[in-house]
């Protein structure tokens, strides 16, 4: 199995702050994907990565960066955390393009 | 917009019951995906369809794909509270864009 960590797991935070979530992989697969879940939303696509320093935007990527600059590790900041933004985060990795994912345990952010 | 319905949104039922849950769209899929979701965790691929009218079955879990490739089903035989948990569809457009989620069907297995 790929190996893929998500850091923190669990964080609050204050409005206005800046905020990094990492994830970790293992087995140097060059896809990575942040998603966020949410009630009612299901999950949505942040930004995603084919490579090092190669990322693009996802569907709800308004108040996200990403940055890779190592194959193994893919960061999401939050620039100034809104409440809006609170949810949980995934990570996920894709062995090959059009395949499956798999996914991280998830970051529960609660911004106050 | 490329949509993935999934119907029921909320079930729970008895153990040792059946169920069928349903993901729907308008829009034809290369491949879908099924994954299943616990509590506190990220969802966990189960598996994935192909071809039109394919059929597969993992221990008591039945998934088939329409034969137009717009529709897809999972079927539970004798369902365990083990089975608990959120079940997602998601599928590759036939353009080969980004991955389409649905929502999700959220099952309790009631011992």
């Known amino acids: 199995d790929a190996g893929i960590t998500q850091s923190p797991r669990h964080k609050v935070t204050e409005t206005g702050t800046p905020v990094t979530l990492r994830c970790h992989q293992t087995e140097n697969h060059r896809y990575m994907y942040w998603y966020r879940q949410d009630p009612g939303h299901g999950l949505r696509l942040i930004h995603y990565s084919y490579g090092v320093k190669d990322t693009d935007k996802g569907e709800v990527s308004d108040g996200y960066s990403v940055s890779r600059s190592k194959t193994e590790d893919f960061l999401l900041t939050l620039e100034s955390a809104t409440s809006s933004q609170t949810s949980v985060y995934f990570c996920?990795?894709?062995?090959?393009?059009?395949?499956?994912?798999?996914f991280g345990s998830g970051t529960r952010l609660t911004v106050v | 917009t490329q949509l993935l319905e999934q119907s029921p949104q909320f079930l729970s039922i008895q153990e040792g019951e059946n169920l069928t849950v349903y993901c729907n769209s308008s829009s034809v899929f290369s491949s879908l995906q099924w994954y299943r979701q616990e509590p506190g965790e990220g969802p966990v691929l189960l598996v994935t369809?192909?071809?039109g009218g394919e059929v597969k079955k993992l221990k008591r879990l039945t998934f088939q794909f329409g034969d137009a490739r717009k529709d897809s089903s999972l079927h539970i035989t004798a369902a365990q509270p083990g089975d608990t948990g959120l079940y997602l569809c998601?599928?590759?457009?036939?353009?080969?864009?980004?991955?389409?989620w649905g929502l999700g069907t959220s099952l309790a297995v009631n011992p």
């Open positions: 369809v192909v071809t």
């Open positions: 996920a990795i894709r062995t090959k393009n059009l395949g499956p994912y798999t």
């Open positions: 998601a599928g590759t457009p036939g353009d080969n864009r980004k991955l389409i």
